[in-house]
C-alpha cells in the first residue's frame, strides 16, 4: 500500500473550477504538524490563540468564524477590534516535511467579547459577504448573478438593499452566492461536475464521521403552479363621420347652389353642426368640411340675378367627424405549470403555488379619454410592454424551475476528515466520496474546528445531493392570448325634413308630418305655399353610435403551459 | 563535579528536604491519534510539551513557599534525558543545564566509557571512540515551566516533612 507515498502537496490541491482538471486523490498520509497563523489587521496574533478556532462557511450564506485571543496586561478597548480585518491560514506538514499552506477564512471581526477575567477576546468574524454586495454597482450584480429579474414582481432597486436585490435575482439561478476562502464573493451553480475535483477514497474519513440527512418528502415539491397577471390599458378611439348633403344640392359647386337657389331653404349652420357632434358626446375632429354657400356675387347662375349673402357659416353639403376616446383594461392570465418527475401524476405530487402580477400603468392611459380624438392615431392602441412581460414571465419561470431544482436537494452527506486532508477543498468544488458510502455532490458546506488544547484540526464536509432524473423543457415564454376585437363599425348619413309647407314645391308631393326622432337636419322652405303649413323647428341632429361593452369592460385572456424540469441525479448509494 | 541539584525559580532544593522524586512525562494535549474509517491511524500533532512532578520525604519543608506561582518559572531538573544510536550527532530535545553540561558515554565492548561532547545549537556532537558500538548523550534539561504550590504533609510523631509538586512545560 502507498500510504502516504505521494505528498500532499503534490497534486494540484487548488483546482482552477472552470478549467479542465484531473480528479485530485485524497492521500490518507499517517501523520501532520500544523500551525496557524493568525493575522488580525496585518499583525500576526497566532501566538496569542487560545482555545478553539472554528469556522463556517456554507454556500449562498456569510462565512463565518470564531477565534479567542490572550491579550497581555495592558489598556484592552474591544470596541477597536471591531471591524478589524482578519484572515486564518494553516499550515500543514507531513511526515516527509513537505508544507502545504492554505487560507481557511478572510473575514472582519464582527462582535468581539471581552473576558475580564481571564483576559481573553472572544472575536466573532464574518467575511462580510452582504456588505460586499451591497457596496457593488447594479451592473456589476447583474453580470456577477445573472438569472431573471423584474421590477414589477419585486421593487424598483432605487433606494434599495442591492443584497435583497441580488438575491431576487439568484432566486432564478440554481446556484449561490457566497464568498471564497480568500474573501472573494463569487456564484457557483448547483449542478455537480462530471468528473470530481476531490476523491476520498476509503479510509480517508474519520471513523464514524459519515453521516447522511436524508430529505423528507414534503418538503420535495415537485409540482408547482404559478398564476401569472399580465395587465395593461387598452387604448381605444372611435371616429364616426357624418355626412349631410341638402337635397336640392345635387351638383357640386355653383351648379349644385343653382339647383338650390331655385327653391331656397333653410341651412344649418357650421355652429349647428358642432354643437350636434358635441351633443352626442362626441369631440370634433378636425373642422367641418363640405361646399358652403357662396358669398354675394353677381350672376352666379348665369341667369342675370345678382346673389347676395352675407352669411358664411351657411352649408348646402357638409362633413364632419366626431371622436370618443376610452380605455379599456386588458388582463392576460398565465396559468404556468412546472413539474419535476412525479409531479404529473396525483399520487406522487407534492405542490406548490407562487403567483405575480404585472399590471402597466401609464399617465397615457389616465389622461387618454379626456385628450383630443385625432384621425392620425390608431383606432386601438395597446399599452403593453413586452420587455416588462418577458422579464416578469421569466423570472416566475426560473425561480419556479430553481424552487423545483432546490427542493430536489435537500439531501446533504457529510464527513469529517483531519484538516490537512481537505486543505484546497472549497464550496465551489465537486467531491466524491468513495468511503462507507459513495456519492458524488457539490459542496454546500465546510467547518474547520481547531482544537489548539487537543491539537486537533477537524473539518467537516457537507455535500448536496440531488436525486430526481427526467427530461427538461426550455423554459421559453408563452405567447399571449388573442384579446383583440375586430373594429367598431360606424359612420352615417344624415337625412333632411323640410317643413314650412304642405307640399314639396318640386315633387309637389305632401311633406309628412315632423319627425322629432329622425337624425339630421329638419328647417323649413323659405316660401310658403299655405300660411297654416306647418314649421319645422330649424335643428341639426347626429348620434352616436353606441360602443358594445365587450369594447369598455376588462377584457380577458388566458394562456396554460406546462414546462417539465429535469432534476440531476447525483451518485448516492449508502 | 558534583551533581547539581533540582532548582526552582532560582531555589535549590536541599538535600535536608529529602532525597527528589522526579517523574517527566509528555503533557497530554497538543497532539492526537486521529481513527479513520478503516481503523488507521492519523497522527495530528499541534505541539508538544513536558510535564513532570517532584517529591520528596525529608526533615525539612522545601523551602518553595517564597515562589510565585502564578508565572513561569525556570526549573532546572536532574532527571537525565538521553538519546542513543549508533551515530555522533544527536539533537538535543530539550535545553541541558547551563550549569551542568551534557555528557557523552561509548559503549566499548560491555562497559560504558565517557567520550568529550560538544554542544552547538542544540546539537550535541561525540567524539568517536575506538572500538565503540554505541554512543549515547545524556544531560539535565532547563525547562520554563508552570509549577503548582507543593503539597505538603507533616508528620511530627516522626519529624518526617512530605511534599510534592507538579509541573507543566509553559
Known amino acids: ?214 430529505q423528507p418528502l414534503g418538503a420535495a415539491t415537485n409540482r408547482l403552479e404559478i398564476e401569472a397577471g399580465y395587465r395593461f390599458p387598452r387604448l381605444w378611439q372611435h371616429i364616426q363621420g357624418f355626412g349631410w348633403t341638402h337635397p336640392e344640392y345635387t351638383n357640386t359647386g355653383i351648379p349644385g347652389f343653382c339647383n338650390w337657389r331655385t327653391y331656397t331653404s333653410d341651412l344649418p349652420t357650421t355652429e349647428m353642426i358642432t354643437d350636434a357632434i358635441t351633443g352626442a358626446g362626441l369631440t370634433m375632429v378636425g373642422a367641418v368640411g363640405g361646399y358652403k354657400l357662396p358669398p354675394s356675387m353677381a350672376n352666379p347662375c348665369g341667369d342675370g340675378n345678382a346673389w347676395t349673402n352675407t352669411f358664411d357659416n351657411l352649408w348646402l353639403s357638409a362633413t364632419a367627424s366626431g371622436g370618443r376616446r376610452w380605455v379599456q383594461q386588458v388582463t392576460e392570465s398565465y396559468k404556468l405549470l412546472l413539474t419535476a418527475i412525479g409531479g404529473e401524476d396525483e399520487a406522487t405530487q407534492v405542490i406548490a403555488r407562487d403567483s405575480g402580477s404585472v399590471a402597466i400603468e401609464s399617465s397615457q392611459a389616465d389622461e387618454w379619454e379626456s385628450s383630443k380624438p385625432s384621425s392620425s392615431v390608431p383606432d386601438v392602441v395597446d399599452l403593453s410592454d413586452e420587455v416588462r412581460r418577458t422579464a416578469a414571465l421569466l423570472t416566475l419561470l426560473w425561480g419556479g424551475a430553481v424552487q423545483l431544482l432546490s427542493a430536489h436537494r435537500g439531501t446533504t452527506l457529510s464527513w469529517q476528515v483531519p484538516t490537512d486532508l481537505a486543505l484546497g477543498v472549497d464550496l465551489v468544488h465537486t467531491l466524491r466520496l468513495e468511503d462507507k458510502a459513495l456519492a458524488q455532490g457539490k459542496c454546500r458546506r465546510i467547518q474547520h474546528r481547531i482544537d489548539i488544547e487537543g491539537g486537533t484540526a477537524i473539518t467537516t464536509i457537507s455535500v448536496a445531493i440531488s436525486r430526481g432524473g427526467g427530461v427538461g423543457d426550455p423554459l421559453t415564454v408563452p405567447a399571449r392570448p388573442d384579446t383583440s376585437l375586430p373594429p367598431i363599425e360606424g359612420g352615417s348619413i344624415l337625412v333632411t325634413q323640410l317643413g314650412g309647407r304642405l307640399n314639396d314645391p318640386i315633387t309637389g308631393l305632401p311633406i309628412p308630418p315632423y319627425d322629432d326622432g329622425r337624425l339630421g337636419f329638419s328647417g323649413n322652405w323659405d316660401v310658403k305655399d299655405d300660411l297654416t303649413a306647418e314649421d319645422f323647428p330649424r335643428r341639426f341632429d347626429v348620434e352616436a353610435v353606441e360602443i358594445p361593452e365587450i369594447y369598455r369592460d376588462e377584457r380577458t385572456g388566458e394562456v396554460t403551459a406546462h414546462y417539465r424540469v429535469a432534476i440531476p441525479n447525483d451518485l448516492l448509494e449508502l | 563535579m558534583s551533581l547539581p541539584r533540582i532548582m526552582l525559580g532560582g531555589v ?159
Open chain 1, 1 to 214: 500500500m502507498l500510504i502516504g507515498a505521494q505528498p500532499l502537496a503534490s497534486g494540484p490541491l487548488a483546482v482552477a473550477v472552470g478549467s479542465a482538471y484531473e480528479p485530485v486523490y485524497v492521500v490518507r498520509g499517517q501523520a501532520f504538524n500544523w500551525r496557524l497563523r493568525l493575522l488580525v489587521d496585518g499583525v500576526d496574533l497566532t501566538s496569542q490563540l487560545t482555545g478553539v478556532i472554528d469556522t463556517d462557511r456554507e454556500e449562498g450564506a456569510a462565512g463565518v468564524g470564531g477565534f479567542v485571543l490572550y491579550l497581555p496586561p495592558g489598556p484592552v478597548v474591544p470596541d477597536d477590534w471591531k471591524g478589524k480585518p482578519v484572515t486564518l491560514d494553516f499550515i500543514s506538514r507531513n511526515r516527509d516535511g513537505v508544507i502545504t499552506e492554505k487560507r481557511l477564512f478572510t473575514g472582519k471581526i464582527e462582535m468581539p467579547e471581552w473576558d475580564a477575567t481571564w483576559r481573553l477576546l472572544a472575536c466573532d468574524c464574518s467575511d462580510q459577504l452582504q456588505q460586499k454586495v451591497e457596496g457593488m454597482p447594479i451592473e456589476t450584480i447583474d453580470s456577477m448573478t445573472g438569472g431573471h429579474w423584474s421590477a414589477d414582481l419585486f421593487e424598483p432597486v432605487t433606494g434599495r438593499s442591492r443584497w435583497d436585490y441580488a438575491q431576487e435575482r439568484m432566486q432564478s439561478r440554481a446556484a449561490s452566492l457566497d464568498c471564497s476562502p480568500t474573501g472573494d464573493v463569487r456564484v457557483t451553480d448547483w449542478a455537480a461536475a462530471a468528473v470530481p475535483h476531490f476523491v476520498f477514497g476509503p479510509g480517508t474519513t474519520l471513523f464514524d464521521s459519515v453521516q447522511i440527512d436524508l
Open chain 2, 12 to 170: 535549590e532544593l536541599v538535600l535536608h528536604s529529602g532525597a527528589p522524586v522526579e517523574t517527566l512525562e509528555p503533557l497530554g494535549a497538543g497532539s492526537q491519534l486521529l481513527r479513520m474509517s478503516d481503523g488507521a491511524g492519523v497522527i495530528q500533532t499541534h505541539f508538544e510539551k513536558m510535564a513532570g512532578s517532584i517529591s520528596g520525604q525529608g526533615w525539612m519543608p522545601p523551602g518553595l513557599s517564597g515562589l510565585s506561582y502564578s508565572l513561569p518559572m525556570e526549573l532546572r531538573s536532574t532527571k537525565v534525558e538521553s538519546i542513543g544510536g549508533d551515530g555522533l550527532v544527536h539533537n538535543l530535545t530539550s535545553t541541558p543545564r547551563p550549569d551542568f553540561p551534557p555528557w557523552g558515554l561509548a559503549l566499548v565492548g560491555r562497559e560504558w566509557v565517557d567520550t568529550p561532547c560538544t554542544v552547538v545549537g542544540g546539537v550535541a556532537t561525540l567524539v568517536a571512540v575506538p572500538g565503540a558500538t554505541a554512543y549515547r548523550v545524556s544531560w539535565m534539561p532547563v525547562f520554563s515551566v508552570r509549577a503548582t504550590r507543593p503539597s505538603e504533609n507533616q508528620d511530627s510523631g516522626g519529624n518526617v516533612h512530605s511534599w510534592s509538586l507538579n509541573w507543566e512545560e509553559v
